[in-house]
Nanobody, 114 residues
Framework: QVQLVESGGGLVQPGGSLRLSCAAS????????MGWYRQTPGKARDLVAM???????NYAGSVKGRFTISRDNAENTVFLQMNTLQPEDTAIYYC????????WGHGTQVTVSS
């Protein structure tokens, strides 16, 4: 059974950067499209970025040009480089397959505040 562990979140000032990591165990993700999702209290979990096994990426309009998703298939890891962070990026960030499995990790909290 696959397990997903997100890390790299934290508190950052507006305009700052963070790099999130998602390590998978129990199953290889090399052949899956992977995504980063985020959720704020009371709202649905939204997809913000996705990457195919071949490296084709797609982004939500709100993060395009600021976030970059990448993957290391050898390490079974997916990354999200987040630049020019804004307060509205504050959320818990999760990784999962796309479309998402029913199994989710604990996520990593990103807080953008001065």
């Amino acid at each position: 059974q696959v397990q997903l562990v997100e890390s790299g979140g934290g508190l950052v000032q507006p305009g700052g950067s963070l790099r999130l990591s998602c390590a998978a165990s129990g199953s290889t993700l090399s052949f899956n499209t992977m995504g980063w999702y985020r959720q704020t209290p009371g709202k649905a979990r939204d997809l913000v970025a996705m990457i195919t096994p071949g490296g084709v990426t797609n982004y939500a309009g709100s993060v395009k040009g600021r976030f970059t998703i990448s993957r290391d298939n050898a390490e079974n890891t997916v990354f999200l480089q987040m630049n020019t962070l804004q307060p509205e990026d504050t959320a818990i960030y999760y990784c999962n397959k796309y479309p998402a499995m029913s199994i989710w990790g604990h996520g990593t909290q990103v807080t953008v505040s001065s």
